[in-house]
T-cell receptor, first 116, second 113 residues
Framework: DTGVSQDPRHKITKRGQNVTFRCDPI?????LYWYRQTLGQGPEFLTY????????KSRLLSDRFSAERPKGSFSTLEIQRTEQGDSAMYLC??????????????FGSGTRLTVV | KQEVTQIPAALSVPEGENLVLNCSFT??????LQWFRQDPGKGLTSLLL?????REQTSGRLNASLDKSSGRSTLYIAASQPGDSATYLC????????????FGKGTKLTVNP
């Protein structure tokens, strides 16, 4: 297993365009998370899935954001009508089970979005 | 609502020095605490995970401690090297309700040769 994969690594887009990011979690992990990180800040939670079900969405996730995880495998995060404030690193993570003290998160390398 | 604070925000030390990074959290009902490393423009690499029932974890030159009752954790780095230069992030997984990792803002470490 190669860990959590994210694609693309970098994306530059013009304001108003739509963008889509992909995350492939570790295969046996049933939980998948999306975080956003701006410069000098820690990652902030956006949303998470348990298998194909989206269980929680942050208030940071405006109506322009949508995430899917069809068939409980890979996930996509789409941002419609991008704004300059959307410029950030988008991080994906997965974990092997619902909860518990033994299970940490594994993060991908992130997708850096720049909106010009 | 869980809040995580990391002090200092930045730290610069000469090579070879031992150092301590601090993390505090407001809600002690946690499953675990993770320390991550982040290089500039990169994703997060997990360094250590401490379960709520544990007091410390060690990996190589790294030692992390946890005092759940006081809401504190420290990351000790022995004999620092220039390659240790990175941002170190602390995150807690809180029990009950919204079970997701909550992060601090990180400590940016620079180890000077």
């Amino acid at each position: 297993d190669t860990g959590v994969s994210q694609d693309p690594r970098h994306k530059i887009t013009k304001r108003g365009q739509n963008v889509t990011f992909r995350c492939d979690p570790i295969s046996e992990h049933n939980r998948l998370y999306w975080y956003r990180q701006t410069l000098g800040q820690g990652p902030e939670f956006l949303t998470y899935f348990q298998n194909e079900a989206q269980l929680e969405k942050s208030r940071l996730l405006s109506d322009r954001f949508s995430a899917e995880r069809p068939k409980g495998s890979f996930s996509t995060l789409e941002i419609q009508r991008t704004e300059q404030g959307d410029s950030a690193m988008y991080l994906c993570a997965s974990s092997p089970r619902v909860t518990g003290p033994n299970y940490g998160y594994t993060f991908g390398s992130g997708t850096r979005l720049t909106v010009v | 609502k869980q809040e995580v604070t990391q002090i200092p925000a930045a730290l610069s030390v000469p090579e070879g020095e031992n150092l301590v990074l601090n993390c505090s959290f407001t809600d002690s009902a946690i499953y675990n605490l993770q320390w991550f490393r982040q290089d500039p423009g990169k994703g997060l690499t997990s360094l250590l995970l401490i379960q709520s029932s544990q007091r410390e974890q060690t990996s190589g030159r790294l030692n992390a401690s946890l005092d759940k009752s006081s809401g504190r954790s420290t990351l000790y780095i022995a004999a620092s090297q220039p390659g240790d230069s990175a941002t170190y992030l602390c995150a807690v997984l809180t029990q009950g309700g919204s079970e997701k990792l909550v992060f601090g803002k990180g400590t940016k470490l620079t180890v000077n040769p």
